[in-house]
């Protein structure tokens, strides 16, 4: 059987599932910040430290690889930033989230799980590399591109500072960090606690997927807004290519630019959203680009997954 019947199709329809749940109104939109509280503190920690802790130390400090990476997304960034600004004449600061939306993949909620079923438990160590260089690098740089406008072009410097200390404190980060740690000091956890967080640890794959397709849900988003396809073609089509061509260009071995290239061809991260909220830009447009890249993705996830030539072998 095909990974996609066996694999894709499977991880989406929870998506969907979930989706149908809060149009029913049998899971009401109001339980998603309960869905988030339990994954964003508790579920993707504890995977995200489970495979750090457990990876060879020198996948994860593959320092060639983030910097392919990193190049790839920021040259995302800006692609699409130019783009709104020169051709749709949109502003700064909407121009800025359009670009994030196109860099930032949805990574420990939907990219690890996925990719770990696609590839092996190997795939995790590019993700979370990514998942590092999204949150602080490339949110940072947007952020501060959002700020040079106007009268708020003096304060880049605390948009700057208040995106670093949010990454900095985030339980995906400090997770990965932590798990490194226990990966070069070959520390392990005691049994009971070792326990827990395989638990949650499990509990997070479905749970995940299940609270995008709920948050999904948001009535009146796809009307009276304008044209969206630029950051979702951008996130599904320009990012996964861009990333290809700088983690070729770097001399990143294939494995690893499978792993990045398909990290890169999943939607939008749901973080992007709550930044545009905090910074006042176009939050109807990215709203709407969340739900119609993560909606798209299935079938464009998909085609990168035949292209690369992916069977059951792979794992």
Not at 90 to 103: I, M, N
Request: some cysteine; proline content about 5%.
């Amino acid at each position: 059987m095909d990974p996609v019947s066996k694999i894709i199709i499977p991880f989406f329809a929870l998506i969907f599932f979930g989706y149908a749940a809060a149009l029913r109104n049998w899971v009401p939109p109001a339980a998603v910040p309960a869905f988030n509280g339990f994954l964003l503190y508790f579920a993707v920690p504890a995977l995200l430290f489970r495979f750090a802790s457990t990876a060879a130390f020198a996948e994860i400090m593959n320092g060639r690889f983030f910097i392919a990476y990193t190049v790839g997304s920021l040259v995302t960034l800006f692609i699409v930033i130019g783009f709104a600004r020169g051709v749709m004449g949109a502003r700064l600061r909407d121009a800025s989230f359009y670009g994030l939306a196109a860099s930032a993949t949805n990574i420990g909620y939907l990219a690890i799980p996925l990719l770990v079923a696609l590839l092996g438990a190997s795939a995790a160590s590019p993700a979370m590399l990514a998942t590092v260089c999204e949150m602080t690098i490339v949110a940072s740089v947007a952020v501060a591109i959002s700020q040079f406008e106007g009268t708020h072009s003096s304060g880049w410097r605390h948009a700057v500072g208040d995106a670093i200390a949010r990454a900095a404190v985030n339980p995906f980060v400090i997770s990965i960090v932590v798990g490194a740690a226990f990966s070069a000091l070959r520390w392990q956890l005691p049994t009971p606690i070792n326990e827990i967080v395989n638990l949650l640890a499990n509990a997070a794959g479905p749970c995940a997927l299940f609270a995008i397709g709920v948050s999904l849900y948001r009535p009146g988003a796809m009307h009276g807004i304008p044209l969206i396809a630029l950051p979702v073609a951008g996130k599904l089509l320009l990012h996964p290519f861009v990333v290809w061509v700088a983690l070729m260009a770097f001399g990143v071995d294939r494995f690893s630019v499978t792993a990045g290239v398909l990290t890169a061809a999943l939607p939008t991260a749901g973080w992007v959203f709550i930044f545009a909220q905090r910074y006042e830009s176009d939050v109807a447009r990215i709203s709407t680009a969340l739900v119609a890249s993560t909606a798209l993705s299935a079938a464009t996830f998909s085609a990168f997954v035949w292209y690369l030539g992916l069977g059951l072998g792979t794992k």
